[in-house]
């Protein structure tokens, strides 16, 4: 039987003024997989996203999701196909609670801030009940959303994709910012959530992507540098050579 795979990528270019920051990406995607993309700044992380979100368009190259190919469709229809990402920043709304940020998430941005003042449907109460408990918030429910840690207002947004029925998340940089505490309680929401969702981290902290266990792909200059095993990509020289080549130059120069 032909394998089939979540999400899928493959040739996808994208140019600025002629810089390659993608350049000619194949990538597959198990449903339920939990994959971490790391690479140095300017490698075209955020970039991946953006033309998976539908945010850019590609110069070349397909994006099919659940075997249809989605590189042609807006933003919002691939949205509404169940792609949900959290941007580096949280967009939470802060005067509200934490509650309504997540019936917000259910309802879409339109439907949300007539429903705060009208009925709820006990299903509605039910789901985001659900997700106040997934992400550790239930405690918070009632607080507005500005009054939280850091941490807990990145978990809250993770939430609001969880309301929302993404069932692919692509998180960039989740745990950026994040106390050790923080950091180690994202990454069991992270694994909690893998298998019932697919998930696409973009992570610097080697600490939490040893952790996750996960496969990486490092991406380097729009490439893919190197994919596997964390030890894998640890071991490859090449990957050693990106992340630690200049240090170690410096090192070596004897005027540094
Ligand atoms: P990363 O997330 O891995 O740090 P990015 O995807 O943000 O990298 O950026 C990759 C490269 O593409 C960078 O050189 C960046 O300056 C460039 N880039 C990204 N988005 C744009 C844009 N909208 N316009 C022009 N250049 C861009
Ligand atoms: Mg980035």
């Not at 990486?216 to 990957?239: A, K, M, W």
Request: aromatic content about 8%.
């Amino acid at each position: 039987m032909k394998r089939e795979f979540l999400l899928v990528a493959e040739g996808l270019t994208k140019s600025f003024d002629g810089f390659k920051a993608i350049d000619n990406i194949n990538f597959y995607l198990d449903r339920g997989e939990l994959r971490t993309i790391i690479g140095p700044n300017g490698a075209g992380k955020s970039t991946f996203l953006d033309l998976i979100t539908g945010r850019t368009r590609p110069d070349s190259g397909t994006i099919t999701y659940r075997g249809n190919p989605i590189t042609r469709l807006r933003e919002y229809e691939i949205y509404r196909l169940g792609i949900g990402r959290k941007f580096q920043t949280p967009s939470i709304y802060a005067h509200h609670t934490v509650f309504e940020n997540l019936l917000l998430g259910l309802k879409g941005p339109r439907g949300v801030f007539s429903s705060i003042f009208h009925r709820i449907s006990s299903s509605e109460k039910n789901r985001i009940a659900e997700v106040l408990e997934i992400i550790g918030l239930t405690e918070k429910a009632h607080i507005p959303a500005g009054l939280l840690s850091h941490g807990q207002k990145q978990w809250l947004e993770i939430g609001m994709l969880l309301a929302q029925e993404a069932e692919l998340l692509l998180l960039d940089e989740p745990a950026a910012g994040m106390s050790d505490e923080e950091t180690e309680k994202t990454g069991n929401l992270l694994l909690t959530l893998a298998g019932g969702h697919t998930l696409i981290v973009i992570e610097h902290d080697m600490t939490f992507i040893r952790r996750l266990a996960s496969r990486v792909t490092v991406l380097h200059q729009g490439r893919i540098l190197c994919e596997g095993s964390f030890e894998h990509v640890q071991n490859d020289p090449r990957v050693q050579e990106v992340y630690l080549g200049r240090k170690h130059r410096a090192h070596n120069q004897p005027n540094s």
